[in-house]
């Protein structure tokens, strides 16, 4: 990856200076390289440093180590530091919270906050088929009018995947995309309806990281119509309304993952034990152990990855290709899921470090792309497109590279032939019996 200033590609490398001043502290990365430096302010997510030749570069938060991110914490709470008159004096505060990652656990349950589901009615138009209703931090458009006791129940799915994602050791910040105050919800009252609004047609519903805005349709969710209001029939599921906030809330990190994390950490979650606003996370094996015994038992899913080295490095468009009919599909995503568990609890450690250390690189990739896009010289046009000084490079985006730029920290140097046997050997010991093959 092209790096914004040479300065930055110094301190990437570790080399460190060795003038300092009185206003110069040692400055430790997460892999334990230092560089001195002054503190001069945060841009978005990254940290301003003066280098003592006087140039001021940034760096992400993420890849400093805890205690530096902890004393950024106390410049945040205003204590001592000089901040540049350009940025801002403080990071984002869900960023500068998040726990350092030799901290991170797993949680046992994640129980949605009471405050989070109040539901606010903002309007409802019959005329025009637009009601509008908020939560904490979402906001739902439905084309028809809800009972509020089905309203209650969306926002607290809604909310409460947010609470377990942000409670997982992912480290993911889950915050609504930039310039918004709450996540987008759509809610459409026929497939039809869902279709023309850009629904996949062979989906029940869908996260557009276009528009950022989350897609459902009625059907998908089991409601039925009692005079000119909604409610919840017996067919009312959560899961592919669990599934799809999961890719919402990681939108930020989409573009920097394999599509089989993306797919399999929205599967992991789904997957997971969920009743009136409770996720048992801790429950994570019996929810493994039922999810294969019913793609064995109705689905006739045989347990098994073919080809994993191709599965871990599989291009967009490969695996578009792959998921060429709804079967295929369905089993792309449960292999996903398998792998993603896998990395979660049975390998290395059984502690997941491999993923929590491969997520956090991901996220020092989602910093760096949001402090190029914070740096005044970089100008925001229509259509999605921007402009850049040639002097000042964006960094990877390229769907073809930027995704498996850490892959190997969850590879860690293993043949593909041992992590295989590894997968084997791993899920035996839960008493799955699964086939891997190299």
Not at 57 to 69: C, F, G, I, T
Not at 148 to 155: D, L, P, W
Not at 185 to 211: F, H, K, M, Q
Not at 271 to 280: A, E, H
Request: glycine share 6%.
């Amino acid at each position: 990856m092209p790096s914004p200033t040479p300065c930055l590609t110094v301190l990437a490398i570790g080399l460190a200076c060795s003038l300092c001043d009185a206003a110069t502290r040692s400055w430790t990365d997460v892999t334990g390289r230092k560089v001195d430096a002054e503190f001069a302010g945060m841009r978005g997510d990254s940290v301003m440093l003066k280098l003592p030749s006087g140039q001021t570069v940034p760096y992400p938060l993420s890849k400093l180590s805890a205690e530096d991110q902890a004393f950024i914490q106390t410049q945040a709470a205003g204590e001592s530091a000089p901040a540049s008159p350009t940025a801002p004096a403080a990071p984002p505060a869900a960023d500068v919270k998040r726990v350092p990652i030799e901290k991170r656990v797993w949680p046992q349950q994640v129980e949605v906050p009471a405050r989070s589901i109040e539901i606010a009615v903002v309007s409802e138009n019959a005329a025009e088929r637009k009601y509008l209703y908020q939560s904490e931090a979402f906001e739902f458009t439905s084309q028809a009018k809800l009972a509020g006791s089905v309203m209650k129940e969306v926002a607290r799915t809604f909310e409460a995947t947010r609470s377990l994602v942000d409670a997982l050791p992912w480290g993911i910040v889950c915050k609504p995309p930039q310039g918004r105050p709450r996540f987008l919800a759509a809610l459409y009252e026929t497939r039809d309806d869902y279709i023309a609004a850009g629904g996949p047609e062979n989906s029940g519903g869908v996260y557009s990281s276009g528009d950022k805005t989350f897609k459902i349709p009625f059907p998908s969710l089991g409601m039925e119509k009692r005079g000119q209001t909604y409610f919840k029939d017996d067919n009312y599921s959560n899961g592919t309304l669990v599934h799809e906030i999961t890719h919402q809330l990681m939108d930020d990190y989409l573009a920097f993952l394999p599509k089989w994390i993306i797919e399999g950490t929205a599967e992991y979650t789904e997957m997971l034990p969920y009743k009136s606003g409770t996720f048992r996370a801790d429950a994570h094996k019996s929810g493994l152990k039922e999810d294969t015994k019913l793609w064995e038992e109705r689905e006739h899913f045989s347990l098994q990855i073919p080809n994993l080295e191709k599965m871990m490095t599989m291009s967009r468009d490969a695996w578009d290709a792959e998921c060429s009919t709804p079967q295929k599909m369905r089993d792309m995503y449960h292999r996903s899921q398998l792998l993603v568990y896998f990395f979660c609890h049975l390998d290395g450690d059984g502690k997941g470090t491999r993923l929590i250390q491969f997520m956090e690189a991901a996220y020092g990739q989602v910093a760096e792309l949001r402090a190029f896009f914070a740096d005044p010289r970089v100008k925001r046009m229509d259509g999605g497109r921007f402009s850049y000084p040639r002097d000042f490079p964006p960094p990877d985006m390229n769907s073809e590279t930027a995704p498996f730029k850490n892959l190997s920290i969850l590879v860690a140097e293993r043949p593909y032939q041992k992590l295989a046997q590894e997968i084997v050997d791993g899920y035996k010991t839960i008493g799955v019996k699964i086939t891997v093959t190299p």
